[in-house]
């Protein structure tokens, strides 16, 4: 299994609506990561988990909360979320925090109206 | 301030003939380079990375060139093919002095290989 899964692909939410996006990758990587990416720019960083604990945020408003069950599971919990939230979500896995090949899943696209 | 520059948003070429895609970066702390492949819809995937030890790393069609003297390198990919035809992100990383390595990311080049 070389694959990073995330659900679900596509999610439209109001700014009052509470959401979560989901993450998981069975190739046994101890280091997770959430992406944004806005159309026709590059992926930028939001978080960063070493061995299931938090090891960067990217100064990410408070509205996007983190989660690392266990080693295989990553979440994304949403809540009060701005139209310029609008972005495809990416989840991404190294196989050690110090390892630069990232292998990403497909994405969520998220609409918030 | 971008760190990692590609200044082509886009680039069309004919099946068969070379493509090039370049990339410039301005941190001389980076030191290790990847190219990612990333089709409509789906997230972007690994195609080749290059340490700056190294100058040329080749794998099949594609070869990445590093000049560090220019902080430059290119992705050729020959012969190119229909399927080649997605938006290839150039990225790079140095150590940040801390435990996790982050990659920035270039802002993607469109390549089209027309049949």
């Known amino acids: 299994d070389t694959e990073v899964t995330q659900t679900p692909k596509h999610l439209v939410m109001g700014m009052t609506n509470k959401k979560s996006l989901k993450c998981e990758q069975h190739m046994g990587h101890r280091a997770m990561y959430w992406y944004k990416q806005k159309a026709k720019k590059p992926p930028e960083l939001m978080f960063v988990y070493s061995y299931e604990k938090l090891s960067i945020n990217e100064s990410v408003p408070s509205r996007f909360s983190p989660e690392c069950p266990n080693s295989s599971l990553l979440n994304l919990h949403l809540h009060a979320l701005q139209p310029e939230d609008s972005a495809l979500y990416l989840c991404?896995?190294?196989?050690?925090?110090?390892?630069?090949?990232?292998?990403f899943g497909s994405g969520t696209q998220l609409s918030v109206l | 301030d971008q760190q990692v520059k590609q200044n082509s948003p886009s680039l069309s070429v004919q099946e068969g003939r070379i493509s090039i895609l370049n990339c410039d970066y301005t941190?001389?702390?980076?030191?290790?380079f990847l190219w990612y492949k990333k089709y409509p819809a789906e997230g972007p995937t690994f195609l080749i990375s290059?340490?700056?030890?190294?100058d040329k790393n080749e794998d099949g069609r594609f070869t990445v060139f590093l000049n560090k003297s220019a902080k430059h390198l290119s992705l050729h990919i020959v012969p190119s093919q229909p399927g080649d035809s997605a938006v290839y992100f150039c990225a790079a990383s140095g150590n940040s002095g801390g435990s996790n390595y982050k990659l920035t990311f270039g802002k993607g080049t469109l390549l089209t290989v027309n049949p």
């Open positions: 941190n001389s702390m980076f030191d290790y």
């Open positions: 290059i340490s700056s030890i190294k």
């Open positions: 991404a896995s190294t196989r050690a925090p110090n390892e630069e090949k990232l292998f």
